[in-house]
């Protein structure tokens, strides 16, 4: 064979190994979605871009459809939908509007429907939704619109109800006024007509309401209230006397024998016969601090030697007169190295009593000072940190604190520490 075929036949393998790893790369360098050849494009081309729903009334289920079409000449992929908020519920379909779809031939329809829930809103509003595709880096992303001026039958005040700090043992009570505006004038054309099914099965899930339910469907009868109920057993509510000329009132109560100790996040349920909020809500937030308070959620001594012994406070608060702090008992976790020494080797507890008058008319607070002092205990030498500085022993577990209050008999605070050697 000559010198000179020899050459072209390595030029041809030269090409053939640098074209095969061009396209190689260029496959792998491929997204799923990149399903398009070179020069291939798609794209969504949309009917409109942005809805305005209008007048509207709070409550209201509205469902709109945009209508797209691929008019490039690649396959149209959407990645991903998400709206600006929980308030719709979005999904993409073929021009069938059933068929659920994300990937779209060139010149194929398709759907984008949008139901919205007017329930949390009044006034004008706007909010999107964002459609991820395929389309490239210049305008991967499709916007849509949603415009509405949300009107109301009827409001509370206040609408959300915050009660800040509740501690036991002092009645407090709260007013809420129901203002009763006007019913809805007509059903608009984009009504969902689900929302029969949803306030049905919200009348079924309530005693009260579905003893009243025909009065609570009845859109002929003036606005009226019906009912209230809370959605925890801790809030009372009840309907005030009536009053001639006077907008209806709902009177709350807390029942503090039964008030979970935490943060409050509860509604207030307002069973009323408006065309399109039956089931109106009233947020109630705050926080339950009990009528005993404890100054610290833990106990932190940090590191203690032969030398520096480690002392904290916590103060227990209660407007109990008669409150007593009975006893303190440690509950230590028992490590090896401590399995030898007794608690008293280790802390040293103290419990002072004061009674002092609140800034307030709430009456007197009395208070318990409880001290815990940890030591290095001279025992713990002979097996503490070797030569090379080991981090010392780990102190940790629980101070029990025992009071004569039925509702807190023990409480119980986590502390941590370690005992390291001096050098």
């Not at 801790?234 to 000329?245: C, D, E, N, R, W």
């Not at 009975?326 to 009593?353: A, H, M, Q, W, Y």
Request: aromatic residues 10%; hydrophobic residues 35%.
């Amino acid at each position: 064979m000559c010198l000179s075929r020899i050459i072209k036949i390595l030029q041809l393998i030269f090409i053939f190994i640098i074209n095969f790893t061009y396209f190689s790369f260029y496959a792998l360098a491929q997204t799923p979605t990149e399903i398009n050849s070179q020069g291939q494009i798609p794209r969504a081309e949309f009917d409109s871009t942005r809805y305005d729903f209008g007048d509207i009334y709070r409550g209201q289920r509205l469902l709109h459809t945009y209508k797209f079409q691929n008019t490039g000449n690649g396959t149209l992929v959407f990645s991903n939908i998400h709206a600006a908020c929980g308030c719709m519920n979005t999904k993409i379909y073929a021009d069938d509007g059933k068929t659920a779809k994300n990937i779209f031939k060139p010149n194929e329809t398709g759907v984008v429907n949008v139901e919205f829930n007017s329930q949390d809103f009044s006034g004008n509003l706007i909010r999107t939704i964002t459609l991820e595709t395929n389309m490239g880096s210049s305008s991967p992303t499709v916007t849509l619109t949603v415009t509405a001026n949300v009107l109301q039958e009827l409001t509370s005040n206040p609408s959300l109800l915050y009660v800040g700090k509740i501690q036991g043992e002092i009645q407090k009570s709260y007013n809420i006024t129901m203002n009763l505006m006007s019913r809805a004038k007509s059903t608009p054309k984009s009504e969902n007509n689900s929302k029969l099914d949803y306030i049905l099965s919200e009348i079924s899930n309530s005693k009260i309401a579905d003893t009243l339910k025909e009065s609570i469907l009845s859109n002929l009868e003036p606005l009226k209230i019906i009912a209230v109920e809370s959605s925890v057993p801790y809030i009372k509510v009840k309907l005030a006397p009536t009053i001639t000329g006077q907008p209806p009132q709902i009177i709350v109560q807390f029942d503090e024998k039964s008030l979970p100790i935490g943060s409050i996040n509860a509604k207030i349920k307002v069973w009323n016969n408006s065309t399109y909020y039956k089931n109106f809500e009233i947020p109630v937030i705050g926080e339950s601090v009990g009528h005993v308070q404890v100054s610290a959620k833990y106990v932190e001594f940090g590191v203690v030697n032969g030398s520096r012994p480690s002392e904290r406070v916590i103060t227990l608060r209660s407007m109990n007169k008669g409150f007593t702090v009975t006893g303190v008992k440690v509950d230590l976790k028992k490590l090896p190295e401590l399995k030898n020494i007794k608690d008293s080797e280790l802390f040293e507890v103290r419990k002072d009593r004061t009674i002092h008058p609140q800034a307030t008319s709430d009456g007197s607070v009395t208070s318990y000072l409880v001290s815990f002092k940890l030591f290095y205990p001279k025992k713990l030498n002979s097996v503490s940190s070797d030569a090379q500085g080991a981090p010392g022993v780990n102190v940790s577990g629980f101070f029990v604190v025992k009071t004569n209050d039925p509702d807190y008999k023990e409480i119980s605070v986590p502390f941590f520490g370690v005992l390291r050697k001096e050098p």
